[in-house]
């Protein structure tokens, strides 16, 4: 028998797992063995917000569990659909904070970079889930906001966002931030991510050396909501940006049917200790429109804290916060 050459696929191509994610919720559930009716399935929904799941994360939500909480971060239900007096499209305020296009101002000493629209994985809560990317991302906008910047000499701290900044490949992302190293006042650079937990393998050589090869000192602010999130793949591809110390902090999101629970917050701390990881900020869900379902109230919220400061070291207690458009700061909850 001839042995036909199959095409070669690099484990650690992550731009390929990027081509592979599962575009249709059908696809997902297929894999599940679950039911659109069992789940609550909007086709509605999916075409208000594409549905968009990579496979190395779809790979860690569990067989026919219709509650499986990384099933219910990514999955356009009907509740959706349905308006909600205060939920809106943009609730923290991003387009009044706009001093450029794609360079957001809100807080002293920091601006934030539209690096690009682009995410490996839809989150259904995303509070930028409705916002214009067209009109604040591409090059001539990055020239722009990167102008703007330049003449703006309180800023030491630049945030790379989006969308995901690492959807991007790594010579634009060191190009990028060669420019800004460039920028005397800058000393800071911080890099807001889900990519690392979604395709693990975005976790390139190219993209260590990019992040230390630079006068400004990187952090790395990821977003997890579950310990299940974070399987040895991921804790596995952390270990060289830990490895060329450069700090990992989380900022998850309290999602009623995701984690709103202590047992899962207290596992998500502990896990991310694991991993090498401070949780940093637990945010309560910004009140954006089609997100209303995912909304846990301050007083349970409250409750959840007491309860993780009683089971965990207090360096592994995130600070429970809340986005108020306009406001100089996070706004922690007391
Ligand atoms: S990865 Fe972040 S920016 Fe992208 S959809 Fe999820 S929450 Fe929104």
Not at 24 to 37: D, I, K, M, V
Not at 208 to 221: A, H, M, Y
Request: hydrophobic residues 45%; charged residues 20%; positive net charge.
């Amino acid at each position: 028998m001839i042995a036909r050459s199959q095409p070669k696929i690099e484990p650690a191509d992550w731009q390929h797992e990027v081509r592979e994610s599962l575009a249709r919720p059908a696809a997902l559930l297929e894999l599940l063995g679950l039911r659109p009716a069992e789940v609550g399935l909007s086709d509605a929904a999916a075409a208000d917000f594409p549905f968009r799941v990579p496979r190395p994360f779809a790979a860690r939500m569990r067989v026919g569990d219709p509650h499986d909480p990384l099933l219910r971060q990514v999955l356009p239900v009907h509740e959706e659909t349905r308006a909600r007096a205060g939920f809106v499209a943009d609730p923290v305020g991003d387009l009044i904070a706009e001093r450029a296009p794609g360079l957001l101002h809100k807080y002293r000493g920091r601006a934030l970079l539209l690096t690009t629209g682009a995410c490996a994985v839809h989150c259904r809560y995303c509070f930028r889930r409705a916002f214009p990317y067209s009109d604040s991302v591409g090059t001539a906008r990055l020239d722009a906001a990167l102008q703007a910047l330049a003449g703006m000499p309180d800023i030491d701290e630049v945030i790379l966002s989006g969308g995901d900044p690492l959807s991007l490949r790594d010579e634009r992302l060191a190009a990028l931030v060669q420019r800004l190293a460039a920028l005397p006042h800058l000393q800071r650079l911080r890099v807001h991510t889900r990519l690392p937990v979604t395709i693990p393998s975005r976790i390139t050589p190219a993209l260590v050396d990019w992040l230390t090869g630079t006068r400004l000192k990187p952090v790395i602010v990821l977003h997890v909501n579950h310990a299940q999130e974070l399987d040895d793949t991921v804790a596995t591809a952390l270990a060289p940006l830990r490895a060329a110390g450069i700090p990992l902090l989380n900022q998850a999101v309290l999602l009623r049917g995701v984690n709103d629970h202590a047992g899962a917050l207290l596992a998500l701390s502990l896990r991310l200790f694991d991993c090498g990881v401070l949780p940093y900020y637990l945010h309560l869900l910004d009140r954006v429109q089609g997100a209303a379902h995912f909304a846990v109230g301050q007083a349970r919220a409250r409750a959840l804290m007491r309860e993780l400061r009683a089971g965990l070291p207090g360096y592994l207690v995130p600070k429970l916060v809340r986005e108020i458009a306009g406001e100089t700061g996070k706004t922690p909850v007391a």
